[in-house]
């Protein structure tokens, strides 16, 4: 099987639904953020600290090139569709968006301290979600709006879709 990828902004839900998905399905879950944590042996945090965003993304890309493209579930940062070229290798992927609305993400992020971008007060993070939003559509096969839903509702619905 193909492997799937989730996508969608910080909050909406993708680590949380990688495993319960990757438990229901028996699959291995691979997440890029850890992938990354644990590539380059430094926290994300300290990543965006030292080297800035640009070097993040180089990583991060990285490493969703070297995901297995079978038989796994993979977890995405929220800015991983940030390049065109994250987008394209996406596409190509079976690729489920995650839509949450604002509202559910403020609440969820409220108490979060180690999303350097989220915790960045210089940054207009409701423009960023609006702005990223295309990139979501474009790179996925599905979206799934998780508003309201439990979890085991929104792993029910993507097995349905990818069946
Ligand atoms: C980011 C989201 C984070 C992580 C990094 C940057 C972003 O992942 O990759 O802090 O640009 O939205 P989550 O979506 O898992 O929070």
Request: net charge neutral; charged share 30%; with cysteine.
């Amino acid at each position: 099987m193909d492997s799937i990828y989730l996508i969608g902004f910080m909050g909406s839900g993708k680590t949380t639904i990688a495993n319960h998905l990757a438990k229901k399905l028996r699959l291995p879950v691979q997440d890029t953020d850890k992938m990354v944590e644990s590539y380059y042996q430094m926290k994300i945090k300290h990543i965006f600290e030292k080297y800035g965003e640009a070097t993040f993304r180089m990583y991060e890309q990285n490493m969703l090139s070297r995901s297995k493209k079978e038989n796994c579930i993979v977890s995405t940062g929220g800015g991983i569709i940030e390049t065109q070229e994250n987008v394209d290798m996406l596409k190509s992927y079976q690729t489920i968006f995650l839509q949450t609305s604002w509202e559910v993400i403020v609440d969820r992020l409220k108490e979060d301290k180690d999303r350097p971008i989220w915790n960045n007060q210089q940054r207009d993070k409701l423009a960023l979600l609006h702005k990223r939003t295309d990139n979501y559509m474009e790179a996925s096969s599905f979206i799934v709006n998780t508003d309201g839903k439990t979890s085991t509702q929104i792993v029910d619905e993507i097995i349905t879709l990818i069946k």
